[in-house]
């Protein structure tokens, strides 16, 4: 490739990289997959003659589909190894993903979840045509199906999470009020306290990767759920301090002992009780905490 075709390539991959990343992460739920699929991608991409493409966002997407793919199929593999529940990376994100109501579930903890009971080609679908709109023709090139098949997948998979997905939209406003009595709770030491905004029959996801304590299985019931972070805590050296952060485009909790970061908690909001609790403490995960990551539909 010749270094002006060189430049074009990377100019048009660095104005799609926002986007492309977005696209990876929501199939994958995992930023560091998502950036080993960008590395993979743009490799294929710097091989492509410019001059035969007609839409270079279309293109590159369908690129990054095929990667994030092959990825899934390989992390189906990783997953069985993983010690206790496996939940999405967090990230770190600015004030405007909450703005875009539509980007903002997309990335929930809850929504990602749910993505993870769709196959890997009902997911790529589903993201591609719920999320950012892709055309039928585009996705199906992306995920080698007719445009007919494809329709028939994103009907099933739309059918899927809608059964599954919050029942209400919950404005960040609501979930930060749930996570201020978390907040309480941590400051004053009173986690029976908590049982004032938990669901009788919440849910808590722990994810520790067998680095970190936590649940090998999902505790139901909030009285359980209570005595688990009761545990966690009283097992804990040092002072244990919460702050709110913007996590995937909602309120979330970020956990410090004595002043380092130790993990992150974000809720599933229902009818003003907290019905879903999703802590990560693997330390592998929460790289991506450190800055913003930029995430966009557009």
């Given amino acids: 490739m010749t270094d002006h075709r060189t430049e074009r390539a990377t100019q048009a991959f660095v104005d799609q990289r926002n986007l492309l ?23 294929r991409w710097v091989a ?20 994030a793919l092959n990825r899934l199929r390989t992390m189906a593999r990783r997953r069985e190894a993983y010690i206790g529940p496996w939940l999405p990376e967090p990230l770190l994100t600015s004030p405007d993903v909450a703005d875009d109501v539509e980007l903002a579930e997309s990335v929930s903890m809850a929504l990602l979840l749910v993505l993870e009971t769709l196959s890997p080609t009902e997911r790529a679908v589903f993201v591609l045509r719920e999320v950012f709109e892709v055309g039928y023709d585009d996705i199906a090139a992306a995920v080698d199906k007719s445009p007919a098949a494809v329709r028939q997948i994103a009907s099933r ?23 201020a009595s978390f907040q309480h709770a941590v400051d004053t030491g ?53 702050e709110l952060a913007s996590v995937n485009g909602t309120p979330a909790l970020e956990f410090r002992i004595s002043g380092e970061l130790d993990g ?20 592998e995960k929460l790289t991506r905490l450190a800055s913003n990551t930029v995430l966009t539909r557009r």
């Fill in 264 to 283: 992150v908690l974000m809720v599933r909001v229902e009818e003003g009780l907290a019905t879903g609790l999703y802590y990560v403490r693997n330390p």
């Fill in 157 to 179: 998979a739309r059918q899927h999470v809608e059964a599954r997905r919050p029942r209400e939209t919950v404005s960040p406003r609501q979930v930060a009020t749930t996570l």
């Fill in 21 to 43: 990343f977005t696209v990876a992460y929501e199939m994958l739920g995992s930023a560091a997959d998502a950036e080993d699929v960008l590395q993979e991608s743009w490799l």
């Fill in 48 to 67: 492509v003659d410019p001059d035969q493409i007609r839409d270079e966002r279309a293109y590159l997407v369908r690129i990054v589909t095929r990667q």
């Fill in 190 to 242: 009173d986690l029976q306290g908590l049982l004032g905004v938990l669901a009788p029959d919440v849910v808590l996801v722990s994810d520790g990767g067998g680095l970190k304590q936590a649940a090998l299985r999902p505790i139901v019931g909030a009285e359980k759920a209570v005595r688990f972070l009761a545990g966690i805590s009283a097992k804990t050296p040092g002072r244990i301090t919460c």
